[in-house]
């Protein structure tokens, strides 16, 4: 799917419609360190079955894509989650 580089939608900081600069959003590196992490970890540990239920044979073949909006007058930035799409294009419009 092709997608503007810039498009005019909402800002609520603004509170007007204003130019916003598209990005495709990135998941950031795991902390090892978090409490989450850690809880996790201890919960793989042990002897014996696993502790968490294995895989299925099945999986999605997409992923579901998040644009990250920036606002040029503000700075601010906000999320929009599109549908599963396969590939991702940002493209220039005139």
Same mark, same amino acid.
Request: proline residues 3%; hydrophobic residues 20%.
């Given at each position: 799917?092709?997608?503007?580089?810039?498009?005019?939608?909402?800002?609520?900081?603004?509170?007007?419609?204003?130019?916003?600069?598209?990005?495709?959003?990135?998941?950031?590196?795991?902390?090892?360190?978090?409490?989450?992490?850690?809880?996790?970890?201890?919960?793989?540990?042990?002897?014996?079955?696993?502790?968490?239920?294995?895989? /299925?044979?099945?999986?999605?073949?997409? /992923? /579901?894509?998040?644009?990250?909006?920036?606002?040029?007058?503000?700075?601010?930035?906000?999320?929009?989650?599109?549908?599963?799409?396969? /590939?991702?294009?940002?493209?220039?419009?005139?």
């Amino acid at each position: 799917m092709k997608i503007p580089r810039v498009i005019r939608t909402y800002c609520p900081r603004c509170r007007t419609y204003t130019e916003h600069t598209v990005t495709q959003y990135t998941t950031g590196k795991r902390r090892t360190l978090s409490e989450g992490q850690r809880r996790y970890e201890r919960k793989l540990l042990g002897y014996g079955s696993s502790r968490k239920p294995k895989q /299925k044979t099945f999986y999605k073949v997409t /992923k /579901k894509v998040t644009l990250k909006l920036t606002c040029r007058q503000c700075g601010y930035v906000t999320h929009r989650t599109i549908g599963r799409l396969r /590939k991702v294009e940002l493209v220039e419009t005139r």
